[in-house]
Each structure stands twice: as C-alpha cells, then as structure tokens.
C-alpha cells in the first residue's frame, strides 16, 4: 500500500475513534507528509499511530495526540500561532496547514512561529518542513519557549508540545485577546492536557482534559536542569 493511501487510512481511523472531530483537522492530516519528519529508518513506521524517536532523547509525538491537541486548540485560517517544542516540525506543519492552507491565497495565510530548545533539532525542523512545502508559512527559532517568543507576541493561539510543572506566566502573557494555548501540565511521570482561554478583556479561563505523557519542557518557566546536567 502507498503512503498517501496509508496516510488517508490513518485519517479515517483517527475520526472514527473520535480523536480528528473537524474537516480542517482532517484536512490537514491528509495533506502533511508525516513520512517526511520520521527518520529515515522509522518511515514505514510514519502512519502507525504511535511516537518515534527523532534524537537527541526527543519523539515525534503520536498522531492521534496531535489530532487532539489541535481540536483542542481550534486554530484557524489567517491566525499567528506559536509552537513550543518544534521537535521534528510535523506539528507545526499540521498547525500551518490549517492557519495556511495550501490550497488558500497567499495574501490570507496566517504564520507559525516555532521554538525548539535543541539546535540540531531546529534544524532538523527547518529541513523537514522546507521538504515538506512548509518553509514559508512556519519559522523556526531555536531558544527556551518556556519564555515564549515576545519578538512576535501576541500569539491566537499557542501549542506546547513538552510537559510543563506549570503554565509559563510569558505564554500566558504573550497570548492575544480572544486567544487559546493548550498545553501539557503536570510531573515528569504523567500530565493533564490544560486549555488556557484568554477573553477580549483580558480575563483567563483555565480547563483541564485528558491525561497524557510528554516529554519535559526545559526552561527558565518550566523544569530547571541541575548544572552539569544534560537532558
Ligand atoms: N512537536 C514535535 C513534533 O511534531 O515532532 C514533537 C515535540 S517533542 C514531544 C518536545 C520537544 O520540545 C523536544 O524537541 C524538546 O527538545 C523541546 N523542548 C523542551 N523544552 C523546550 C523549551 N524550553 N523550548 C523549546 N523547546 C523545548
């Protein structure tokens, strides 16, 4: 079976146990490659439904997680949002294509802005994603997002990708009126999915979901690492 048919059958399987719930959702995982951000090795593993391993200890998260991330996050055509934790990029792919569709006019396509601690992994995202066609519509940024990225702020909507001891106040700060940031909160051991809603009056609304794993987000906001450490 080819990797578009695999593709499309993972899309089907992932709306009917609930975790894909709206057509832009669904669209964009039809269109993003995921074969593109899996290492070489693991590619005939690209639409099973699970992480792989990207490298330096980091994953490339499940399908199924990042399907209900983003229903969580209900982003949409025209918005800026930012990504903590870029890891292989495929996430920020997903998030462009439904703040950009490839199939939209240039001049209403939003943009994404994604961090990503690791240098090489950064890079590793840059060229996935300029594989994959996303080069224009996602940059990447290689610092801590614990802190956010103020250079871009305010953000419509933010996705943490790694598990945080709680919400960083700077992403808190940096997300606009009327905005929406999911985000893993919790220990090293297991986490809530929290949906932070910030209203046009500035007030923050705070909901917690389903209980996940992630890896640890590392920053000045998030876990500190003990000098000498490295994660
Ligand atoms: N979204 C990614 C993808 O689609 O491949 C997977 C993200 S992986 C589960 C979590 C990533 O968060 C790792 O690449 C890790 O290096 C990164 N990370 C951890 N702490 C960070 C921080 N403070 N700022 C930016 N990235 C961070």
Redesign the pocket.
């Known amino acids: 079976m080819g990797l578009e048919e695999r593709r499309r059958r993972l899309a089907e399987e992932l709306k009917r146990l609930g975790f894909i719930r709206s057509e832009k959702v669904y669209r964009a995982f039809l269109r993003v490659p995921r074969e593109l951000?899996v290492p070489e090795e693991y590619r005939d593993l690209a639409y099973e439904d699970r992480?792989l391993p990207?490298g330096?200890?980091?994953?490339?998260?499940a399908p199924s997680i990042?399907a209900y991330m983003m229903e969580l996050l209900d982003p949409e055509p025209g918005m800026k949002a930012l990504?903590?934790?870029?890891?292989?990029?495929?996430?920020?792919?997903?998030l462009a294509e439904i703040v950009a569709p490839s199939d939209a006019p240039r001049s209403s396509w939003g943009h994404v802005y994604?961090?990503?601690?690791?240098p090489e992994?950064a890079e590793l995202?840059r060229r996935n994603l300029e594989a994959a066609g996303y080069a224009d519509r996602v940059t990447v940024v290689v610092?801590?997002?614990?802190?956010g990225l103020p250079e871009y702020a305010p953000y419509d909507r933010i996705?943490v990708?790694?598990a945080a001891p709680q919400v960083p106040r700077p992403l808190v700060e940096q997300l606009a009126p009327g905005g929406r940031m999911v985000i893993p909160v919790g220990d090293y051991w297991g986490q809530t999915l929290t949906v932070i809603v910030k209203d046009a009056t500035g007030s923050v609304r705070v909901a917690r979901d389903i209980e996940v794993l992630?890896?640890?987000?590392?920053?000045?906001y998030?876990?500190r690492v003990p000098e000498g450490y490295i994660i």
């Open positions: 951000f992480p990207i330096h200890g980091q994953t490339i998260s990042v990504e903590v934790g870029a890891g292989s990029g495929y996430a920020a792919a997903v994604a961090v990503e601690r690791i992994l995202a610092g801590d997002g614990s802190r996705l990708s790694a992630f890896v640890p987000l590392i920053g000045e998030a876990w």
